[in-house]
T-cell receptor
Framework: GQNIDQPTEMTATEGAIVQINCTYQ??????LFWYQQHAGEAPTFLSY????GLEEKGRFSSFLSRSKGYSYLLLKELQMKDSASYLC?????????????FGKGTTLSVSS | NAGVMQNPRHLVRRRGQEARLRCSPM?????VYWYRQLPEEGLKFMVY????????ESGMPKERFSAEFPKEGPSILRIQQVVRGDSAAYFC?????????????FGQGTRLTVV
């Protein structure tokens, strides 16, 4: 089966660091994505991992371990505008057309 | 350099009516994906289309739902005889290619409310 798990909610304060975990079980694997979605808006692409290791992009980093079926998104120097839902998605190689399988998202609330 | 355009942004339909959702992919993108997002739920894949072809419709309900992506014009997701359970946000994403793509770009979504 296909299953993607991530925490439902997280809270943090401005300037802090937060790590959002994602575990997945899919019949195949061809990449893991993180998207950010503000309420009522479109998901926007944050990061993509297909090989094990850490990908860094400014204040955002994403890590992947394929053997463990595990990824995390690391947000540094948190800002109020980072309050949003963070979506973990896996591209399952078994899916024709490489559509993405999404987790339910983690709602992050950043307070001052 | 417009992104993925969806319209309408909001759509209200009475039970039993038809809903038509439109998606114009980014320029140069020939692959379109439709997703549905229910409240408190993740994005669920519905259908993947290329120009004039349905590639994968495994996520789409067998009845009342259909999708097309004609040679000219936007992709259309059609829901016939809508029911309250169809109320959701419908997102379209596009990419330049299916295999080997690194990211898909999403539209702003159409929020369908069935009353």
């Amino acid at each position: 089966g296909q299953n993607i798990d991530q925490p439902t909610e997280m809270t943090a304060t401005e300037g802090a660091i937060v790590q959002i975990n994602c575990t997945y079980q899919t019949s195949g694997f061809n990449g893991l994505f993180w998207y950010q979605q503000h309420a009522g808006e479109a998901p926007t692409f944050l990061s993509y991992n297909v090989l094990d290791g850490l990908e860094e992009k400014g204040r955002f980093s994403s890590f992947l371990s394929r053997s463990k079926g595990y990824s995390y998104l690391l947000l540094k120097e948190l800002q109020m505008k980072d309050s949003a839902s963070y979506l973990c998605a896996v591209r399952d190689i078994g899916q024709a057309g490489t559509a993405l399988i999404f987790g339910k998202g983690t709602t992050l609330s950043v307070s001052s | 350099n417009a992104g993925v355009m969806q319209n309408p942004r909001h759509l209200v339909r009475r039970r039993g009516q038809e809903a038509r959702l439109r998606c114009s992919p980014m320029k140069g993108h020939s692959h379109v994906y439709w997703y549905r997002q229910l409240p408190e739920e993740g994005l669920k894949f519905m259908v993947y289309l290329q120009k004039e072809n349905i590639i994968d419709e495994s996520g789409m309900p067998k009845e009342r739902f259909s999708a097309e992506f004609p040679k000219e014009g936007p992709s259309i997701l059609r829901i016939q005889q809508v029911v309250r359970g169809d109320s959701a946000a419908y997102f379209c994403a596009s990419s330049p290619s299916g295999q080997g793509l690194t990211e898909a770009f999403f539209g702003q979504g159409t929020r369908l409310t069935v009353v």
